[in-house]
């Protein structure tokens, strides 16, 4: 599907109906532009709008943990997919 659309001075664009229905975004909801590495663009909708829609969407701790504890896992787990991106290569 192609679908033509005007840039306003202001550097606007409505987004033509056909194609907010395919991205389900409804008046006012959020959009993302993603630049690909070969400088393709495509509009997405965000999978989740905001943080409030992720609530409850990874279930619950078996326990309450330290904000410490935490940014120790958040860097254990940063690392481990630093190491299988380079193991990808």
Known sequence: MRVRATVTRKGQV???????????VK????????????GGV???APRFA??????????KLPRPLEWKEMREIARED???EKYRRMGDA
């Open 78 to 80: 940063a690392l481990l």
């Open 14 to 24: 409505t987004i033509p109906i056909a194609i907010r229905r395919r991205l389900g």
């Open 27 to 38: 008046d006012g909801g959020p959009v993302e532009y993603v630049v690909d590495d070969e």
């Open 42 to 44: 495509r509009l997405e």
């Open 50 to 59: 905001t943080v409030d829609d992720l609530a409850g969407i990874a279930g």
